[in-house]
């Protein structure tokens, strides 16, 4: 009996859900209701690799946009941590993005991280320090692991903690962003 009873109020039933949660009648202005195509005016597309301004050194280096890092990574050599006014700094040497020569670079140490090796293998202890980048329309200070890259193609390792919220990455392309660093001659040297 009851289901005779259901079955038959079924269609009214339909209706009325349908009324109370269709959004074309409501009182939404076009502003609430974000299209897809609005979120990313907002932020800055960026491809896989993009060229980075980094201050210091005041210079600008080829970089791979990785999204499933959480934090950047830096290429630093010759690691080397002390005490400065019994605070931690670190000292360590970057490369030279044309001529290969060694740059050597003081920062605040920060704090350390735990980045845990693949397929098992142990964790490593890295220092990280703070480091402004310039990418694109984006201006900031970030945190950098220091890490030996030199394995790796690029330099620079751009993580989560630059992109999210102000960057979306189409890996399948590069140098998308455009430059405004007062040193646009070697962003054009950098490939």
Partial sequence: MLEKNDSENLP?????????TC???SNLDEETV?????????KTLLGGIENVFLDPPGMEFSARIDTGAQTSSLNALDIVEFE???KPFVKFNLIHPLTGDKLELTRRL????????????ESHRRP???????LAD????INFTLEDRSRFKHQILIGRNLLQDL?????????????KTENSDTASEIK
């Fill in 34 to 42: 974000k299209k897809p195509s609005d979120m990313t005016e907002t």
């Fill in 12 to 20: 009214e039933a339909i209706q009325d859900s349908a009324e109370k």
């Fill in 110 to 121: 920060r704090r350390h991280v735990r980045i845990k090796g693949r397929g098992g293998r």
């Fill in 138 to 141: 984006i201006d900031e200070q």
């Fill in 23 to 25: 959004l074309c009648d």
């Fill in 128 to 134: 990280v320090v703070k480091i402004r980048v310039v």
């Fill in 167 to 179: 960057a979306i990455v189409d890996v399948s392309r590069r140098n998308v962003a455009t430059s």
């Fill in 84 to 86: 400065r006014d019994g």
